[in-house]
């Protein structure tokens, strides 16, 4: 199979688009500072 047909089978098969959500997710969490722990005892934060 060339290049091209390769291209097509990954287009068909919806890859790209479960790659992108991927991308998009790892980039959101790298931008979310770590938390060291969670509890059931989160305070409120309110938003203005």
């Known amino acids: 199979m060339d290049e091209r047909g390769l291209w097509e089978l990954f287009c068909r098969t919806g890859l790209p688009e479960a ?6 997710r790892r980039e959101e ?3 979310q500072p770590e938390e060291l722990a969670r509890t059931a005892f989160q305070p409120r934060v309110e938003k203005a």
């Open 19 to 24: 790659w992108l959500a991927l991308a998009g």
């Open 29 to 31: 969490a790298a931008a």
